[in-house]
C-alpha cells in the first residue's frame, strides 16, 4: 500500500496554519490526554520506547536525551526549540512551520510536559520571516484560548512559549552556539562538557530539539509506538551501537532534479528511488554524477561506484536511514537534504562553492577550522582557475581528515562537515580533479577572488 504522509497530512489544507482548522482534525487532544492521564515520566517513556532519533542531522535518540537531565533539580529547565536550518538545500522544518505550526506546538507542550519545562524558546532562522510570522500567530491563538500560560486546561501544568529569531549564521544551528546567540552573544559553540541537558542556556538544564523531532513527538503520542515503529529500519543486528531509523522522515530534494519537493516516506528509502520517483529524475535528460545525501557536511555519493557486497547496486542504491550514507563513506544522513549534481557539472566547481559556503561561515573561534576553511577555499579556487598542482590534492585531503571535533581539533563539528565533502569529491572524483589540472582549464565561472569575511 502507497504510504499516507501524517506530518504532512494538513499542509494543503485551508487554513492549515489556523488553531480552529488544528483542532478541528483532532489537534491538542493528544495533551489534553497527557495532562489528564499521564504522567511526565509515561511522555518520557513512550517517546524514549519509540526509537524515536533526532531530525536535526545527529540523529541522538530523543526520548533518551531527555533522561540526561538532572533528577528532582528544582528548575527551571528550558527546552530550546532549534530551528535555525541553515544547512544548504534543507527546508522540511521551514514547510512544518509555515504550513503546520501547531502540530510542532503540540509536540513542544508534550516535550515540556515530559521534562517539567515551564519555558520553551523557539530559535528561528533570521531569514524565515513567513516561518516566524506563523509561529507567532499560531502561539498568539494558544495564549488567547488559554492552551499556552498558567493553568492549562486545569491541569495545573504552566508553560510560555518565547519565539526568538536567530541571527543569521549558520553556526547558530550548533546547539550551543544557538544557546549562546539566545542569551544575546556572539554565537560561539560552547566547550563540552558540560553538556545542556546539564547546563545550557542561561546556565540551566535544557533540552535542545529539532523541528520535526517535536512533530514526530505528537504523533507517537497521539499514535503509539507501534505505529511508529511500523515504519522504517530496524537495528542491524551486526552493529551493536545501530539504533534502528524508525518512524516517517521528512526529505528535501534539490539541485538537478526536475521536481525540488519535499516528501514524507518511511525511513530507508533509496536514494534512486527518491530521486527517479519522487524528484522526476535528473533534469533536461541527464544522468545524476554525485549526490549529497543530508546537506552540504554529509559529503558526496558518486553514483557511478560499484556499492561494496552488492552485485548490480552502486552508492546510488544507498537506503537513506540513519545508517546508509555511512556505508559509502558520507557522515551520515544529516538533515536529509539530498543534492543531486548532474554529469556535465564540473566536481571543481561544486567543492569551490562548498569551500566557499563553509569559510564564511565558519566562527573563527577554533584555529583548524578558521585555518583550514579558508585555505581549502583559496586552494579550490586555484584549481579552478587552471592554476592547481598535482599535490594541491592530497593537501586537501589531508586538511579535510584533520580538522574537526571527531579527530580532536575543534569544539564543534562544523569543521567536520566542511571537511567531508572535501575529502569525499576529492577521493571519489580524483580522476576528474586530476585531468583538469593537467590540461590547466579555466572554470567558465572563474571570477578574481574576493576573500569572504569570517563572522
Known amino acids: 500500500m502507497p504510504y499516507e504522509p ?19 482534525d483532532g ?36 526520548g533518551l536525551k531527555w533522561t540526561f537531565l538532572p533528577k528532582d533539580h528544582p528548575g527551571p529547565i528550558y527546552l530550546c526549540v532549534n530551528a535555525d536550518e541553515s544547512e544548504p538545500c534543507t527546508y522540511n522544518n521551514r514547510i512544518l512551520m509555515e504550513k503546520d505550526p501547531h502540530q510542532v506546538l503540540e509536540g513542544i507542550m508534550l516535550a515540556c510536559y515530559a521534562i517539567r519545562s515551564q519555558k520553551a524558546f523557539y530559535y528561528v532562522r533570521y531569514e524565515y520571516g513567513d516561518s516566524f510570522r506563523s509561529l507567532q500567530a499560531a502561539i498568539d491563538e494558544l495564549y488567547a484560548a488559554k492552551l499556552l500560560g498558567q493553568n492549562i486546561l486545569g491541569s495545573g501544568f504552566n508553560l510560555d512559549i518565547v519565539l526568538h529569531r536567530g541571527a543569521g549564521a549558520y553556526i547558530c544551528g550548533e546547539e550551543t552556539g544557538l544557546i549562546e546567540s539566545l542569551e544575546g552573544k556572539r554565537a560561539w559553540p560552547r566547550i563540552k562538557p558540560p553538556f545542556p541537558a546539564i547546563e545550557g542556556a542561561f546556565r540551566k538544564p535544557t533540552i535542545v530539539n529539532n523541528v520535526e523531532t517535536l512533530a514526530c513527538v505528537t504523533q507517537i503520542m497521539k499514535r503509539g509506538i507501534d505505529w511508529f515503529k511500523s515504519f522504517g529500519v530496524p537495528p542491524d543486528p551486526k552493529n551493536p551501537r545501530d539504533a534502528g531509523s524508525y518512524g516517517p522522515k521528512l526529505y528535501t530534494l534539490a539541485g538537478h ?91 571543481i566547481d561544486v567543492l569551490h562553492n562548498v569551500c566557499q559556503f563553509f569559510s564564511h561561515e565558519s566562527c573563527g573561534q577554533c584555529t583548524p577550522c578558521r585555518e583550514g576553511t579558508g585555505w581549502m577555499l583559496k586552494i579550490t579556487d586555484r584549481l579552478r582557475r587552471g592554476l592547481g598542482r598535482k599535490e594541491d590534492l592530497d593537501i586537501l585531503i589531508d586538511v579535510g581528515d584533520r580538522i574537526g571535533i571527531m579527530p580532536g581539533t575543534t569544539i564543534c563539528g562544523l569543521s567536520d562537515g566542511a571537511g567531508w565533502p572535501v575529502k569525499t569529491a576529492i577521493r571519489k572524483f580524483r580522476a576528474e580533479f586530476e585531468a583538469a589540472i593537467k590540461s590547466g582549464a579555466k572554470s567558465k565561472y572563474a571570477k578574481s577572488l574576493a576573500l569572504a569575511g569570517s563572522h
Not at 7 to 24: M, T
Not at 28 to 51: C, F, H, M, N, W
Request: some cysteine; charged content about 25%.
Open 6 to 24: 501524517v506530518l504532512l497530512a494538513r499542509i494543503n489544507k485551508p487554513n492549515s496554519g489556523k488553531l480552529e482548522g488544528y483542532r478541528a
Open 27 to 62: 489537534g491538542y487532544a493528544t495533551i489534553e490526554r497527557a495532562l489528564k492521564e499521564k504522567q511526565p515520566i509515561d511522555v518520557t517513556t513512550q517517546v524514549k520506547d519509540s526509537g524515536l532519533r533526532g531530525r536535526g542531522g545527529a540523529g541522538f535518540p530523543c
Open 257 to 347: 532534479v526536475e521536481k525540488p519537493v519535499c516528501v514524507e516516506v518511511p525511513m530507508g528509502i533509496t536514494l534512486r528511488d527518491l530521486v527517479e520517483k519522487h524528484g522526476g529524475g535528473v533534469w533536461k535528460g541527464r544522468k545524476a554524477k554525485a549526490v549529497n545525501p543530508g546537506g552540504l557536511s554529509m559529503g558526496f555519493v558518486d553514483v557511478n561506484a560499484p556499492l561494496k557486497g552488492e552485485d548490480g547496486k552502486t552508492e546510488y542504491d544507498i537506503p537513506l536511514d540513519f545508517n546508509g550514507p555511512g556505508r559509502v563513506g558520507c557522515l551520515g544522513l544529516g538533515t536529509a537534504a539530498v543534492t543531486v549534481i548532474d554529469d556535465q557539472t564540473s566536481m
